[in-house]
């Protein structure tokens, strides 16, 4: 499996944005898919995830009500972020856990597929 992902770019507070992962080798069918974000000097945090199948969706108390993430034709995968701050800024991954469980999903190390991360800056 290869993610790639895009989407990011330079943003005022307040604006949109939305992020998008290619899966380009074959069909997600179950587990987990997430995005995930990490700042300069901070670990990697969880962002969102959903379920492949039954599409099932978490997120970080941080984002939700601001962020939606959502798939289609169990290949892709696609963060939307509304009203966003600064503290948003960060470098966004999305990954994949084909045979992860419901109690990993928000646990980055047990993702196997990582996209190569898409740059989010929300200046204020």
């Known amino acids: 499996v290869q993610l790639q992902a895009s989407g990011g770019g330079l943003v005022q507070a307040g604006g949109s944005l939305k992020l998008s992962c290619a899966n380009s080798?074959?069909?997600?069918?179950?587990?987990?898919g997430g995005w995930f974000r990490q700042s300069p000097g901070k670990e990697r945090e969880f962002v969102a995830a959903l379920r492949w199948s039954g599409g099932s969706t978490f997120y970080a108390d941080s984002v939700k009500d601001r962020f939606t993430i959502s798939r289609d034709n169990a290949k892709n995968l696609y963060l939307q972020m509304n009203n966003l701050k600064p503290e948003d800024t960060a470098v966004y991954y999305c990954?994949?856990?084909?045979?992860?469980?419901?109690?990993?999903?928000?646990?980055?190390?047990?993702?196997?597929?990582w996209g190569q991360g898409t740059q989010v800056t929300v200046s204020s």
């Open positions: 990954a994949a856990a084909p045979r992860g469980i419901l109690s990993s999903v928000r646990v980055a190390s047990l993702y196997n597929y």
């Open positions: 080798e074959r069909t997600i069918s179950g587990g987990n």
